[in-house]
């Protein structure tokens, strides 16, 4: 384990092996397994080919997939000081990876305490985080039970759905640009890192979510 007064982080490994204090493991083995079944596996809902996340199971296997939990998971628990700890020691694990791998470490901060039939807390924390993330080449999304957040290939797929309610850590990737157009400041840190090597599918995204309906996704 690492982390701070803020924020404990666990490989997948350590939480396989039930190296987790025992009140938290139940919630990290639970969301290890959905990781390891539903976000690596095709789903015929998703609207494209492939699995329902394209990095999970390449994070799994290379020892780059991390779970995480506020360090104290009271109900008086900061979670919104979790999050910035979580953003300090993503940078400093990616430091240590080699730069071609450093677009698969993840880290899920699983957030149990949360209320699992209503979204909008771990919503308004995910959007209160993202402009600091994003500003410096993060993703931040939220997953939860009842996520109605549509997916980007097939609006009527719920993707962002997880059994307990968790945020997920990531770099920002070239595909993220229709995640990134709920905000000028979000928009302008992407097109900064990947005007020149935007996709022309995700421009074609784009444009028609734009100018089609207008509606745009606000997650990772």
């Known amino acids: ?35 390891g079944e539903y976000l690596v596996s095709f789903h015929p809902g998703l609207g494209r080919k492939g699995p329902v996340c394209p990095y999970t199971l390449a994070s799994l296997q290379r020892g780059l997939f991390y779970l995480a939990s506020p360090a104290d998971d009271s109900g008086d628990t900061d979670i919104l000081g979790a999050i910035e700890s979580l953003r300090s020691w993503y940078e400093k694990i990616s430091s240590g990876i080699a730069p071609d791998d450093r677009e698969l470490l993840t880290i ?26 994003v500003a410096d080449g993060l993703m931040i999304g939220q997953f939860h ?20 309610p968790l945020l997920a850590i990531r770099r920002l990737v070239v595909f993220d640009l229709p995640f990134l157009v709920d905000s000028t400041a979000h928009a302008g840190s992407y097109l900064r890192r990947f005007a020149p090597d935007i996709p022309p599918r995700v421009r074609d995204l784009l444009v028609e979510r ?11």
């Open 145 to 164: 039970p009842v996520c109605d957040q549509p997916g980007l290939w097939n609006a009527d797929f719920k993707a962002l759905r997880a059994p307990v």
């Open 108 to 133: 899920l901060l699983v957030l149990p305490r949360l209320d699992h039939r209503d979204p909008t807390t771990l919503d308004d924390l995910q959007r209160e985080a993202k402009d600091d993330f």
């Open 210 to 220: 734009v100018v089609g309906s207008g509606n745009s996704p606000r997650s990772a």
């Open 1 to 35: 384990m690492i982390g701070d007064n803020a924020v404990s982080i666990w490989t997948a490994a350590e939480v396989d092996d039930g190296a987790v204090p025992a009140h938290q493991l139940p919630h990290l083995r639970e969301i290890l397994a959905w990781a």
